[in-house]
Nanobody, 124 residues
């Protein structure tokens, strides 16, 4: 069983930055692909970014490409999402997710393990 705990959310002004962290428990963290998703009020959960396990290949949603960066520290069993140039439309609950399969997935259904989410609010 893999447990994930997000942290780092908060309130920020437009143009600001936040760094989210996702601490995981369980063995073999370096084998997991990690993903970040977000869900705004009244909307479906959507893909933000993902990073594969050992190779560290990344993939982003078009809406965040060039502004957000996903990374991981396998020694600390932690994944990160650096968010720059935040805009009000980035306001959402951000979720960390993990999958054991090595290939990239951008689908909610592709990730069996989820954190509880952390709120990010961007004011204009």
């Amino acid at each position: 069983q893999v447990q994930l705990v997000e942290s780092g959310g908060g309130l920020v002004q437009a143009g600001g930055s936040l760094r989210l962290s996702c601490a995981t428990s369980g063995r073999s963290f370096s084998n997991y692909a990690m993903g970040w998703f977000r869900q705004a009020p009244g909307k479906e959960r959507e893909f933000v970014a993902t990073i594969t396990g050992r190779s560290g290949i990344t993939y982003y949603a078009d809406s965040v490409k060039g502004r957000f960066a996903i990374s991981r520290d396998n020694a600390k069993n932690t994944a990160y999402l650096q968010m720059n140039s935040l805009q009000p439309e980035d306001t959402a609950v951000y979720y960390c997710a993990a999958r054991v399969l090595p290939n990239i997935s951008t689908q909610v259904t592709g990730f069996p393990y989820w954190g509880q989410g952390t709120q990010v609010t961007v004011s204009s």
